[in-house]
């Protein structure tokens, strides 16, 4: 028989491949029965959770952790982790600032100054990681204390405080804060600018991984990237654009602390990086790289706005919410660990 | 995407006698790994349309040779030409780029990714334009599972992750996708090794078609029975040094099995294993003699059993 005779047949052994075993492939799956099982919990315990204002808080929590989730989820799909993310975005608020108030500019000058800051130390982590080889872990653990450092030290030394001088009343303010502080009522819902942000980002970063050359690089970069670097995919430039894009979401973030609260504490974002870290694996990507979705990590920074505010809402005490969130970590690893065992099942 | 020009005359102007320009030539190639020198004056030709054998034991150098010619490492000393012109990769693209596509003994491939995405790896075919520009998906599964057919793997699902394929499907992948990107040189590191009888004999009936369409192929392999089966040309390394370098009209593969082993340290293991046979202590696996043992030992270094490959039974 010529083997091609086969291919209009079909194939008797894709039966079994059913609709439940595909969707037990999807890497967002365990995030996504957990986020229902968070639902339902503080829709039993807390009263006021099922409310539609909160809901708009609750999505407010998670679009703040979700912006940054999305990229450093990418980020550990190529295989790597920033550490510096929680502070880098401080910095790129504090460059904004700092900026427009010094120069006494347009503050749409200073958010533009500020994304060639930003960038710009996100280029640096890329390529000191892919120059020096050294794992990312301790390069971003670097670039975090460096940025702490920096952050407050530069504050203290050019406004005389902590805290950076107000840039309410000067120009281009108003502007800014519309595309990145702006919040709207929708019924009793107050919606907050930043869940555009968020939802658009998970998009078109699921976009680039499915869809894309850029997204099949991620993938084989984290996977493998021995094999992706014999096979042509340019694995430096990936690692660099993708601690590029980490470094364009703190931007984002950045300039909504900055307009929403109209001045920056220079100490503020320390210990953030996890959050964004614990969002992206509970939502399925590997810590090892090579597996995951932005999907995913919009589901575990839900989980963490659900759980974060719905303890406030419980009016428990908000030490649970460090307990809470441990153990979805932990259960969330299990999960993967598992998932990874059967992918690789035959190896 | 690499396009077939192989059957190119060659862009420089030599001798454009009665012999054309070989695709690869080295000549007298030499790579040391800090003070290892895993490989030393090394010369080898490959023509279109031929397959050229490089032999040796383990840790002979094989893998590093093969590796100089992907473009994986570079040379450090002796000269590496493509049709004539003078090379020195500096990144295995480049390598790819003109036309030498190579299949690694520690294959590459991403094991978590899907077989299609795998199989198209770092040239992924695209439709639309601009921020539009996207993978052609459809047809990227469709290829994928028809030029594995062609090959004879029929597999039941082009998305599962390539990590739970068998090693030997997993081969046919990586040769597949090596063929399908229209290489004009095809490097095969150890392909049949992992490899069932069966198998072997389909991947070195692909390995044979591909000569045929005019590619030039280097096969690396430890088993003389396969390389002399389809080669043409045969380079024997050891320890890091050529030790014969022979056509097929010069050599028996008797005389090639001998030299591989080198000769009077055969007939010693020849000697050994007549003796303990007849102590009855151990069923040697007679690599002398050309016909395959009843039984192979069980722990023959070779896991492929000297079948005929030409199995009329599995016709591509
Ligand atoms: N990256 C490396 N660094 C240092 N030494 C190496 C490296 N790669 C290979 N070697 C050494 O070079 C020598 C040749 O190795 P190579 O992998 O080319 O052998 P081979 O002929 O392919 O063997 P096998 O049949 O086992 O695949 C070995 O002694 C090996 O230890
Ligand atoms: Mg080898």
Not at chain 1, 185 to 192: A, E, I, K, N, R
Request: proline share 4%; with cysteine.
């Amino acid at each position: 028989m010529s083997a091609l005779d086969v291919i209009g047949t079909g194939d008797e052994r894709l039966a079994p491949r059913s609709v439940a075993r595909r969707l037990l492939g999807r890497p967002e799956l365990g995030a996504v029965v957990g986020a229902a099982a968070v639902f339902l919990f503080f829709s039993v315990v807390a009263d006021s959770f099922l409310r539609a204002s909160s809901m708009g808080t609750v999505l407010y929590a998670s679009s703040t952790i979700g912006i940054m989730a999305v990229p450093v989820a990418l980020l550990m799909i190529g295989g790597e982790f920033d550490l510096s993310a929680g502070v880098m975005v401080t910095s790129s608020a504090l460059v904004s600032s700092m900026f427009s108030f010094q120069m006494t500019a347009n503050t749409w000058v200073g958010v533009g100054v500020s994304l060639l800051v930003t960038l710009a130390l996100g280029a640096f982590n890329g390529i000191m990681l892919v120059r020096t080889k050294l794992p990312s872990f301790i390069i971003t653990l670097g670039t975090f204390l460096m940025l702490t450092g920096l952050n407050l030290g530069l504050t203290k030394l050019i406004s005389g405080t902590v805290a950076t001088k107000s840039i309410s009343d000067m120009q281009g303010f108003p502007t800014c804060r519309d595309l990145f502080a702006s919040h709207w009522t929708v019924g009793s819902v107050d919606l907050q600018v930043t869940i555009l942000w968020w939802l658009g980002l998970v998009v078109v970063a699921t976009w680039v991984l499915l869809r894309t050359r850029a997204g099949n690089w991620i993938f084989a970069a984290g996977g493998n990237a021995d094999a992706a670097r014999a096979v042509g995919v340019p694995v430096a430039r990936t690692k660099v654009g993708l601690y590029m894009a980490v470094a364009f979401c703190a931007w984002i973030s950045g300039q909504h602390l900055l307009f929403s609260f109209d001045v920056v504490q220079s100490g503020e974002g320390v210990g953030n990086e996890f959050l964004y870290i614990i969002a992206a694996v509970i939502g399925g990507c590997l810590m090892t790289g090579g597996y995951g979705s932005a999907i995913g990590s919009a589901v575990g920074a839900f989980i963490f706005g659900m759980a974060s505010k719905g303890i406030v809402y419980a009016q428990w005490n908000p030490d649970w919410f460090q307990f809470f969130l441990g153990a979805m970590l932990l259960l969330a690893t299990l999960l993967n660990a598992w998932v990874r065992k059967r992918a690789e099942a035959s190896k | 995407m690499i396009t077939v020009d192989g059957n190119d005359a060659s862009g420089t102007p030599g001798p454009s006698g009665d012999t054309p320009d070989p695709l690869v030539a080295l000549t007298g190639v030499s790579k040391s790994y800090g003070n290892v020198r895993a490989l030393r004056d090394v010369s080898l030709e490959v023509h279109a349309g031929e397959i050229t054998c490089v032999l040796g034991d383990n840790g002979a150098g094989k893998s590093t040779l093969i590796k100089i010619i992907a473009g994986l490492h570079p040379h450090d000393a002796g000269g590496y030409t493509i049709e004539g012109e003078q090379v020195r990769h500096s990144s295995p693209r480049q390598a790819l780029d003109r036309g030498i596509a190579t299949v690694y003994q520690d294959l590459a491939v991403v094991p978590l990714m899907p077989v299609w995405r795998n199989f198209f790896l770092g040239s992924e075919p695209t439709r639309g334009r601009g921020p539009l520009r996207r993978l052609d998906v459809a047809q990227m599964r469709a290829t994928t599972h028809q030029a594995l057919l062609r090959m004879g793997i029929d597999l039941r699902d082009v998305d599962q992750a390539i990590g739970t394929l068998s090693g030997g499907e997993r081969q046919c992948v990586a040769i597949a996708r090596a063929v399908h990107f229209g290489a004009k040189v095809l490097v095969l590191d150890e392909p049949t090794a992992a490899l069932g009888v069966k198998q072997s004999g389909m991947v070195l009936k692909y390995v044979a078609a591909a000569r045929d369409a005019g590619l030039g192929v280097v096969l690396i392999t430890h088993n003389p029975h396969h390389a002399y089966l389809v080669g043409d040309r045969f380079v024997l390394l050891k320890r890091g040094a050529m030790s014969g370098s022979h056509l097929k009209e010069d050599i028996t593969l008797d005389g090639l099995t001998r030299e591989m082993a080198g000769g009077s340290e055969l007939d010693e293991l020849t000697h050994e294993l007549s003796r303990s046979r007849k102590t009855g202590t151990m069923d040697g696996d007679a690599a002398t003699s050309d016909a395959a043992p009843a039984t192979p030992a069980p722990a023959a270094p070779e896991p492929t059993p000297h079948a005929d490959p030409a199995d009329p039974e599995t016709t591509a």
